[in-house]
């Protein structure tokens, strides 16, 4: 029987299958249930796993790596998983990774950060938008976009995609009960859950056009094309397809800015040949 405090590793989402979790001995997986229990699950990355909190964990049971590196958790993440960790040990508690925000006094974890766009010099690019894990930015292309500050993690992974430089940081101050931090926690778990199984859907979705933009898309187009079983004929009616986009692309834009009869001519066979694939 499944134990109830491994219950959070069954049903991942495909891109944690290469963690091979559940081959591993029942004292090991209670372990990484435990730790990833935690990890404030903002999935930022900075512990150097970019997958989120739970290829942490995993790493932290399987690899004995380091069990200090979650910068958002501060000392309090880190104690609490050496005490599962090094369980009837005398070794003395790793000092937590340091972070750039000063440690806030009542949580003496690093001080909270949330993602703000300004909004008068946002140019719609929606590179941001796959950058977020929990789906807490919302727009369109060619439109301003927004962040929802309470969904936000202050991750920090949509700072950098933003070519025109318009998100900032903000500190925010608050006081979190140990229930509602464990709530907020799982929440936001469930919620890269979703999102990491929408964006597998809309990567098997053979009309979907939009291009592969964060690594964490990368690892999951990646994860997805390794469990489907896909036909020769398949692969190469995808590769055509997507030569021939590209084509259309290039002349759509060169009839944009000059018309061109034959151009055009060319363009329409090359959309009626797509359309047959």
Not at 28 to 50: S, V
Not at 56 to 66: H, K, L, R, S
Not at 201 to 228: G, I, T
């Amino acid at each position: 029987m499944q134990s109830s405090s491994n219950i959070r590793l069954i049903n991942l989402p495909i891109l944690f299958d290469t963690l091979n979790i559940e081959t591993l001995p029942a004292d090991m997986q209670a372990k990484i249930a435990l730790i990833d229990a935690c990890l404030p699950q903002t999935q930022c990355g900075l512990c150097e796993h970019p997958d989120g909190c739970l290829p942490y964990a995993t790493a932290i049971v399987v690899d004995n790596e380091p069990y200090n590196k979650c910068v958002p958790g501060g000392q309090p993440v880190t104690d609490a998983i050496a005490q599962i960790v090094t369980l009837d040990s005398d070794e003395t508690t790793l000092k937590a990774a340091p972070s750039q925000w000063p440690i806030d006094a009542t949580s003496t974890r690093p001080t909270e950060v949330r993602a703000v766009i300004r909004e008068d010099d946002c140019i719609g690019c929606t590179k941001c938008i796959p950058a977020c894990p929990v789906d807490a930015i919302v727009g369109t292309g060619k439109h301003m976009h927004t962040i929802f500050t309470d969904l936000c993690t202050g991750c920090e992974l949509c700072i950098a995609p933003c070519p025109v430089d318009c998100i900032d940081l903000v500190t925010i101050e608050r006081e979190l009960s140990i229930s509602e931090r464990e709530a907020e926690q799982e929440d936001l778990r469930q919620r890269y859950h979703t999102h990491l199984r929408r964006v597998t859907e809309q990567l098997a979705d053979s009309s979907n056009s939009r291009p592969v933009v964060s690594m964490v898309e990368a690892k999951l187009n990646n994860a997805a094309s390794q469990s489907l079983n896909i036909s020769e004929a398949q692969a190469k009616n995808t590769i055509a397809a997507a030569k021939l986009r590209s084509k259309i692309k290039k002349l759509e834009k060169q009839l944009s800015a000059r018309p061109n009869e034959s151009k055009q001519t060319d363009l329409d066979a090359l959309q009626a040949e797509l359309a047959q694939l």
